[in-house]
T-cell receptor, first 113, second 113 residues
Framework: KAGVTQTPRYLIKTRGQQVTLSCSPI?????VSWYQQTPGQGLQFLFE???????NKGNFPGRFSGRQFSNSRSEMNVSTLELGDSALYLC????????????FGPGTRLTVT | AQSVTQPDIHITVSEGASLELRCNYS??????LFWYVQSPGQGLQLLLK??????LVQGIKGFEAEFKRSQSSFNLRKPSVHWSDAAEYFC???????????FGGGTRVLVKP
């Protein structure tokens, strides 16, 4: 079974631009969560989607948004990029909404210049 | 709010020696606890999890962890370390509802030949 895939793997953007990251969960998994990893703040939860509905949201500004499609694929969008948004963005999927056992993708490395 | 503390930022261990990584959590209810490993440039791989039952849990790659409620700890151990165990290790606790994980700051393990 294929693992969680994330595209693109690397991305360079300039301040003020917006970016969309994509995540395809493991087949059959319906929950997708997003995390931001930075050297200073570590791993922080962004949001979680289950059956196209956002179930949980972390403490990030409204510039960070996401959605989930009927095939469970998810996208996250960051508008008006700031230098501090440079990070590794990790997507994780799990089979159902409170399974907790999450499987992570390789991440998208976003660099904002 | 729940929190996870990993007191050791870096640990250096000789190949073949034993390894113990510390994790302390703060959580009001029965915690769902996890250990993940991250190799450079990679996503997170689940090593093991504790939901309930036997307080000593076995994971992949020869790792085990012991849940001690009285000490609010979930320490990870491996009897004999291999060079391939060099990586960063993260302890995490799951929120009661949904798939939000709260991570510790991580412990980077270096393995000396």
């Amino acid at each position: 079974k294929a693992g969680v895939t994330q595209t693109p793997r690397y991305l360079i953007k300039t301040r003020g631009q917006q970016v969309t990251l994509s995540c395809s969960p493991i087949s059959g998994h319906r929950s997708v969560s997003w995390y931001q990893q930075t050297p200073g703040q570590g791993l922080q939860f962004l949001f979680e989607y289950f059956s196209e509905t956002q179930r949980n949201k972390g403490n990030f500004p409204g510039r960070f948004s996401g959605r989930q499609f009927s095939n469970s694929r998810s996208e996250m969008n960051v508008s008006t990029l700031e230098l501090g948004d440079s990070a590794l963005y990790l997507c994780a999927s799990s089979f159902w909404d409170s399974n907790y056992e999450q499987y992570f993708g390789p991440g998208t490395r976003l660099t904002v210049t | 709010a729940q929190s996870v503390t990993q007191p050791d930022i870096h640990i250096t261990v000789s190949e073949g020696a034993s390894l113990e990584l510390r994790c302390n959590y703060s959580y009001g209810a029965t915690p769902y606890l996890f250990w993940y490993v991250q190799s450079p440039g990679q996503g997170l791989q689940l090593l093991l999890k504790y939901f309930s039952g036997d307080t000593l849990v076995q994971g992949i790659k020869g790792f085990e962890a012991e849940f001690k409620r009285s000490q609010s700890s979930f320490n990870l151990r491996k009897p004999s370390v291999h060079w391939s165990d060099a990586a960063e290790y993260f302890c995490a606790v799951a929120q009661a509802a949904g798939n939000k994980l709260t991570f510790g700051g991580g412990t980077r393990v270096l393995v000396k030949p």
